[in-house]
């Protein structure tokens, strides 16, 4: 084991032990390490450069040199023996490498560990067909409630998946269900080919590790239209912001058609925040969560997105809720402090109201 690497293995195994859900590493400096959402310095000598650099010439998969040579940035897998998996983004700054890394949990989580809400999760899980999309910012757990939800239809459902994911991150092991992890760049060249073939690979679930374009949309669109559900993921924070999102995509003389394609194939969105906990440390999901219902997919089809939010504060079932809905759960139940609520809230002024018992009603 070269120095560099039982430098970064240390650390790495510091930071799991710490419970910590990122590693930042920067040239010249001591180590970050991301705890319930917050960074910290660790005590420990800087890391230098070359250090860095010896890691990342060392580690990157051979497919994926190149690209780190030309591009100055690259993301690949890393295992430390004894330590667990993590997502790497390797990347140079102001001419020196600097590194991000992310734990992947071994154990494929359930929705009870991570404090999600089965009922409504489910609802979405068990859709035969269409788009399902969950959505967050970076960090927010997007990937282990997606986990979740392949485990439970794992457990429960004869399904053959195939995920196309940049890396993988979990890894599952067949049980009722049939799983392909397909990793872009080490299993097929690019995520654009993994798109074009998904489709002759008789899923009956697919995995798209991120929206992150038309053509992937269009192929998720194909896909659901032809009788297969969809998941994946989406930089949003809220439905409102995941559905203006989506028809960025397309543009002006195509928005009546995607009005049309999305009202037929979607059937959710499961957006997400951490949120700091009352006690213990450690984060707390909370959730807002559209079922597209036809009540939705027909103010989809009219172009009456307004009224969609009008639905989720007003929502009075498990199925549709809006994040002050949610936040207010949390706050009544002692999980989180009206303080913290107040700050992730998208509308601190009415989950105010909310919480002196004044809700928001539809007409």
Known sequence: MS???????????LAVQSGASDIVIKSEKPGYVRLSGRLKPVDMDPIGAAEVREFVDAHVPAVFRQRWEDEGQVDFAY??????????????????????????????????????????MLNLAKSKDGILLICGATGSGKSSTLAAMLNWI??????????????????????????????????VPSFELAIKSVLRQNPDIILIGEM????????????????????????????????????????????????????????GFICQK?????EGGGRIPANEILAADSVVKNLILDGQFEKIQ??????????SFSFNRD????????????????????NPQALEMNLKGIFFKTS
């Open 3 to 13: 120095p560099s690497t039982e430098i970064f293995n240390d650390l790495l195994k």
């Open 79 to 120: 295992a430390a023996e004894g330590v667990g998996r993590f997502r790497v983004n390797a990347f140079h700054q102001r001419g020196t490498g600097s590194i991000v890394f992310r734990h992947i949990k071994s154990k494929v989580p359930n929705f009870e560990e991570l404090g999600l809400a089965a009922e409504p």
């Open 154 to 187: 794992n457990q429960n459902m004869d399904k053959h998946i195939v995920t196309l994911e940049d890396p993988i991150e979990y890894t599952f092991t067949d049980a009722k269900s049939v799983f392909q992890q397909r990793e872009i760049g080490l299993d």
């Open 212 to 267: 992150r374009d038309k053509e992937t949309f269009e192929t998720a669109i194909s896909a659901a239209e032809t009788g297969h559900l969809v998941l994946s993921t989406m930089h949003a924070g809220t439905v409102a912001q995941a559905l203006t999102r989506l028809f960025e995509f397309f543009p002006p003389e195509q928005q009546v058609q995607a009005r049309r394609q999305i009202a037929g194939t979607i059937r």
């Open 274 to 278: 951490l949120i700091p906990a009352m």
């Open 310 to 319: 009008g639905l989720l504060e007003a929502g009075t079932d498990s199925a």
């Open 327 to 346: 936040l207010y759960r949390l706050v009544k139940a002692g999980t989180i402090s009206k303080a913290e609520a107040l700050r992730f809230s998208p």
